[in-house]
């Protein structure tokens, strides 16, 4: 239908369905729970595969964890002195105090007692990108031994479903409970994994997100939103996933004929005769019938054929020249998928520095995103969880804490140091930072953060004790080399 004289139809070309390439491409106009909830588990079990089995899928995730989280990231405090009514040297041991407070927490935190927070905020984001996302409940059991009692439950994406496996309604999708506004307020979680060969019968618990009065986070759904409406993750390689595989079934496929070629270096036609029902007999010099109609000939050794036997010695067709080239293309196209520039992915640096040194830069941006988005969505939440239990039970003093919410952020402020930038020229880099420095581009403790991942406070504070030290060796020794060149006793010359 036309209004006031105008097609109907739009100006995108790409919408048009007269086209012979799109006619059939009508992906419809579902919800993000329509369009992720359907597939999600299949989705992840893939995922999950690529992740074991793929090295291309395998080195492109771990490659991520390691620019994103790295060792893990490092808590520095630092408090507004100015809220907070502290002097520098105040806020200074408060920091101190904060971080080593902290330290012991790390240690502790795990529910099952197998790993450090640092090493579980690998396992945290990698589940979040692997399968889309994952749950973090909080518990406490204080051990005899402990400091704290706060403690962190690690629950795959699978165990957060809908009780007794109903169907995804208004008012609950793949486990998450939403109230009337559509805000997510509760998680479902089985008591196993839905995939434990050794589960009996599942049964689900009821989590709240928040607390009642409090307000704070009582259970963490890590889930990178992508759309509105989306309450569940999507696995990062997702759209790659069926490209992935066709890839390893490639190279699978390729090596078995690279290795058939290398088995097979000849051929042999022999003359046969016939037995008394007229089947075909294979004969060898010697008389004898082989069943298998091969020949092997040993290294070193002459083999005489049989007469009118001819050998025919195969050319080796494979490694395949174009295998190299077709992956390489095929790397870029995933490493798009994956947020990885070519070079970062496949860990090649052949080019300039400046392509060398503009990849990372990229993938350096991808990092720092990822980064955020698993300091606000997680470790934000650990860290208030850590810090309430601290000053409730008396061992941090902090004023304003629970009854100012100001004060409160001001006590919780801080920065998380993760890996640095990759330096394919350090000389450059220290030029260029200097530069910086000396145009108040940037601070000392930016640089420091970038580069080496500490923190001015302590390096500056080494710095000075280590020129005490060289001040005072330095004195020590021009004092000795006096003593050497003072004439001795009995032996000075008049």
Same mark, same amino acid.
């Given at each position: 239908m036309a209004l006031g004289g105008v097609s109907s139809s739009g100006g995108y070309t790409s919408a048009r369905r007269s086209s012979r390439h799109s006619r059939n491409w009508r992906p419809g106009e579902g919800s993000a729970a329509a369009d992720i909830l359907p597939d999600?588990?299949?989705?992840?079990?893939?995922?999950?595969?690529?992740?074991?089995?793929?090295?291309?899928?395998?080195g492109g995730i771990t490659t991520k964890v390691r620019g994103v989280v790295g060792e893990g990231l490092k808590l520095r405090s630092v408090l507004d002195q100015k809220i907070l009514g502290l002097t520098p040297e105040q806020a200074i041991e408060k920091q101190y105090q904060i971080e080593r407070e902290w330290a012991i927490f790390?240690?502790?935190?795990?529910? !099952?007692?197998?790993?450090?927070?640092?090493?579980?905020?690998?396992?945290?984001?990698?589940?979040?990108? !692997?399968?889309g996302d994952i749950g973090i409940a909080r518990r406490y059991r204080k051990l005899p031994w402990q400091v704290y009692g706060t403690k962190l439950v690690l629950i795959e994406a699978d165990r957060i479903s809908n009780p007794n496996r109903g169907a995804d309604s208004e008012k609950m999708q793949a486990g998450v409970e939403l109230d009337a506004s559509g805000?997510? !307020?509760?998680?479902? !979680?089985?008591?196993?994994?839905?995939?434990?060969?050794?589960?009996?019968?599942?049964?689900?618990?009821?989590i709240p997100l928040t607390g009642t009065m409090s307000g704070m986070r009582q259970f963490i759904l890590a889930v990178d939103v992508e759309r509105p409406g989306q309450v569940r993750g999507?696995?990062?390689?997702?759209?790659?996933?069926?490209?992935l595989k066709k890839l390893g079934d490639y190279h699978d496929a390729e090596l078995k004929a690279a290795i058939n070629d290398a088995y097979l270096f000849a051929t042999e036609e022999l003359p046969t005769e016939v037995d008394e029902e007229g089947n075909p007999i294979v004969v060898r010099a010697d008389g004898e019938t082989d069943d298998a109609g091969e020949l092997t000939i040993e290294d070193l050794t002459i083999t005489t054929l049989a007469n009118g036997a001819k050998l025919n010695v195969k050319k080796p067709e494979r490694p395949n020249t174009a295998f190299d080239g077709f992956v390489m293309a095929f790397c870029r196209y995933v490493g798009a998928a994956l947020d990885l520039p070519y070079e970062v992915l496949v860990q090649q640096f052949g080019q300039s520095f400046s392509a060398s040194r503009g990849a990372?830069?990229?993938?350096?941006?991808?990092?720092?995103?990822?980064?955020?988005?698993?300091?606000?969505?997680?470790?934000?939440?650990?860290?208030?969880?850590?810090?309430?239990?601290?000053?409730?039970?008396?061992?941090?003093?902090?004023?304003?804490?629970?009854?100012?919410?100001?004060?409160?952020?001001?006590w919780l402020d801080c920065e998380w140091i993760g890996p640095t930038r990759i330096q394919i020229d350090p000389g450059k880099e220290a030029k260029a930072d200097e530069t910086d420095i000396n145009m108040g581009v940037k601070t000392r403790q930016q640089v420091m953060t970038e580069r080496t991942g500490g923190d001015f406070d302590t390096k500056s504070a080494q710095w000075l004790s280590e020129q005490?030290?060289?001040?005072?060796?330095?004195?020590?020794?021009?004092?000795?080399?006096?003593?050497?060149?003072?004439?001795?006793n009995g032996n000075s010359e008049n």
């Amino acid at each position: 239908m036309a209004l006031g004289g105008v097609s109907s139809s739009g100006g995108y070309t790409s919408a048009r369905r007269s086209s012979r390439h799109s006619r059939n491409w009508r992906p419809g106009e579902g919800s993000a729970a329509a369009d992720i909830l359907p597939d999600l588990a299949e989705l992840r079990g893939r995922s999950r595969d690529l992740d074991r089995n793929n090295p291309l899928a395998r080195g492109g995730i771990t490659t991520k964890v390691r620019g994103v989280v790295g060792e893990g990231l490092k808590l520095r405090s630092v408090l507004d002195q100015k809220i907070l009514g502290l002097t520098p040297e105040q806020a200074i041991e408060k920091q101190y105090q904060i971080e080593r407070e902290w330290a012991i927490f790390e240690a502790e935190c795990d529910f !099952v007692g197998l790993s450090h927070f640092r090493d579980m905020q690998r396992i945290i984001y990698r589940s979040a990108r !692997v399968s889309g996302d994952i749950g973090i409940a909080r518990r406490y059991r204080k051990l005899p031994w402990q400091v704290y009692g706060t403690k962190l439950v690690l629950i795959e994406a699978d165990r957060i479903s809908n009780p007794n496996r109903g169907a995804d309604s208004e008012k609950m999708q793949a486990g998450v409970e939403l109230d009337a506004s559509g805000r997510a !307020v509760a998680v479902h !979680v089985s008591n196993k994994h839905p995939g434990d060969r050794a589960y009996k019968a599942l049964k689900w618990s009821r989590i709240p997100l928040t607390g009642t009065m409090s307000g704070m986070r009582q259970f963490i759904l890590a889930v990178d939103v992508e759309r509105p409406g989306q309450v569940r993750g999507v696995p990062i390689m997702a759209p790659v996933e069926e490209a992935l595989k066709k890839l390893g079934d490639y190279h699978d496929a390729e090596l078995k004929a690279a290795i058939n070629d290398a088995y097979l270096f000849a051929t042999e036609e022999l003359p046969t005769e016939v037995d008394e029902e007229g089947n075909p007999i294979v004969v060898r010099a010697d008389g004898e019938t082989d069943d298998a109609g091969e020949l092997t000939i040993e290294d070193l050794t002459i083999t005489t054929l049989a007469n009118g036997a001819k050998l025919n010695v195969k050319k080796p067709e494979r490694p395949n020249t174009a295998f190299d080239g077709f992956v390489m293309a095929f790397c870029r196209y995933v490493g798009a998928a994956l947020d990885l520039p070519y070079e970062v992915l496949v860990q090649q640096f052949g080019q300039s520095f400046s392509a060398s040194r503009g990849a990372l830069e990229i993938a350096f941006k991808g990092f720092l995103v990822d980064r955020a988005w698993l300091i606000r969505t997680v470790i934000e939440h650990v860290r208030e969880w850590q810090f309430t239990e601290m000053v409730a039970s008396g061992r941090f003093d902090a004023p304003g804490f629970f009854t100012d919410p100001i004060k409160r952020q001001a006590w919780l402020d801080c920065e998380w140091i993760g890996p640095t930038r990759i330096q394919i020229d350090p000389g450059k880099e220290a030029k260029a930072d200097e530069t910086d420095i000396n145009m108040g581009v940037k601070t000392r403790q930016q640089v420091m953060t970038e580069r080496t991942g500490g923190d001015f406070d302590t390096k500056s504070a080494q710095w000075l004790s280590e020129q005490k030290a060289l001040g005072q060796a330095s004195a020590s020794q021009s004092v000795a080399q006096n003593t050497d060149t003072q004439p001795q006793n009995g032996n000075s010359e008049n």
